[in-house]
């Protein structure tokens, strides 16, 4: 899919070229995960959706594929945002307490604190009026 602008500012635009990875990685690789999703989604074509959305829209395929990377690669931080760092901390450190212990027992302890927290952080999900006065 070939994208024209009239834009001078196009030129000063990176390219991008989608291609799909297949590589290789360890047993243990603790990145194996998100190395696995990477192969499995590089098996479609985003281009069909974006195609679609800006023939809909009105919207450049490049406009909407760069406001969907910029969204996804800033979910993190985003996501942060909106948790604090205070609670992503206390989230963190049930984790590494846990792993350091390295028992079932700790590990199931720090399930039950991330459970207790996000069920904290749900709560004005399940009933928005929860914090009205």
């Not at 049930?94 to 350091?100: D, I, L, M, Q, S």
């Not at 996000?118 to 914090?131: A, F, N, S």
Request: net charge negative.
């Amino acid at each position: 899919m070939t994208e024209q602008s009239n834009d001078s500012s196009a030129m000063a635009t990176p390219t991008l070229v989608l291609v799909p990875w297949s590589g290789t990685w360890d047993t243990d690789d603790p990145d194996a995960n998100f190395k696995e999703e990477v192969v499995a989604y590089g098996l479609l074509d985003p281009l069909e959706t974006l195609g679609g959305l800006s023939k809909r829209l009105g919207i450049p395929v490049g406009g909407l594929a760069r406001y969907v990377l910029a969204k996804w690669a800033t979910g993190g931080s985003e996501g942060m945002l909106h948790v604090g760092g205070t609670t992503v901390q206390r989230m963190h450190n049930a984790c590494r307490k846990a792993e350091k212990s390295d028992t079932t027992e700790a590990r199931l302890a720090a399930y039950d604190e991330l459970r207790q927290i996000v069920e904290w952080l749900w709560v004005p999900l399940e009933d928005p009026q929860t914090y009205n006065n």
